[in-house]
T-cell receptor, first 115, second 116 residues
Framework: QQQVKQSPQSLIVQKGGISIINCAYENTAFDYFPWYQQFPGKGPALLIA?????SEKKEGRFTISFNKSAKQFSLHIMDSQPGDSATYFCAASIENSGGYQKVTFGTGTKLQVIP | DAGVIQSPRHEVTEMGQEVTLRCKPI?????LFWYRQTMMRGLELLIYFNNNVPIDDSGMPEDRFSAKMPNASFSTLKIQPSEPRDSAVYFC??????????????FGPGTRLTVL
């Protein structure tokens, strides 16, 4: 199974609050989990990524929590700001037999941070 | 570097017409990817190239879609004939590396295609 399920589809958070986006996967062969951020009219851009050998990775206000046994991972945005308003995609990657990268994306979460 | 360049940024065409989308990857990147983004299906990988060679085109929806990469600095995605259900934003992305999962994909700004 190559599917990555993402929730919620949309999220409204007050400025200063915590935004939480969840993802779940089925294929235990996935070995790299990036998150992408997409602003309106722009392409997705890598935000932060984690490998399954760690349970948490933090970069500034952005934290990925990873639960390998549950096959779930989540993005937390602390002290959410209006400038964080964007669509966020979780993704999972597997190195197939040819050694080439292939990324499976979640369906996206549209985050709106209101003042 | 200017990043991944796509043209046109917007394309409006009528059903049955041929549409050609263009992409210039970041110089030196070995991999090029074409994605389609819609509200219903999210971001879907259509095809990707390694060193100008198509590696996996299993995501191409049907024979009306074709992609080429004649050289390291240029790729096209063609739809012939186009249909209204092809309306979407098409992204091109490129990455540098050996195929390791950690290679970051850099996306272009996308082409918004509307087929009437």
């Amino acid at each position: 199974q190559q599917q990555v399920k993402q929730s919620p589809q949309s999220l409204i958070v007050q400025k200063g609050g915590i935004s939480i986006i969840n993802c779940a996967y089925e294929n235990t062969a996935f070995d790299y989990f990036p998150w992408y951020q997409q602003f309106p009219g722009k392409g997705p851009a890598l935000l932060i990524a984690i490998r399954p050998d760690v349970s948490e990775k933090k970069e500034g206000r952005f934290t990925i929590s990873f639960n390998k046994s549950a096959k779930q991972f989540s993005l937390h945005i602390m002290d959410s700001q209006p400038g964080d308003s964007a669509t966020y995609f979780c993704a999972a990657s597997i190195e197939n037999s040819g050694g080439y990268q292939k990324v499976t994306f979640g369906t996206g979460t549209k985050l709106q941070v209101i003042p | 570097d200017a990043g991944v360049i796509q043209s046109p940024r917007h394309e409006v065409t009528e059903m049955g017409q041929e549409v050609t989308l263009r992409c210039k990857p970041i110089s030196g990147h070995d991999y090029l990817f074409w994605y389609r983004q819609t509200m219903m299906r999210g971001l879907e990988l259509l095809i990707y190239f390694n060193n100008n060679v198509p590696i996996d085109d299993s995501g191409m929806p049907e024979d009306r879609f074709s992609a080429k990469m004649p050289n390291a600095s240029f790729s096209t995605l063609k739809i012939q004939p186009s249909e209204p259900r092809d309306s979407a934003v098409y992204f091109c992305a490129s990455s540098l590396g050996s195929g390791a999962p950690t290679d970051t994909q850099y996306f272009g700004p996308g082409t918004r295609l509307t087929v009437l």
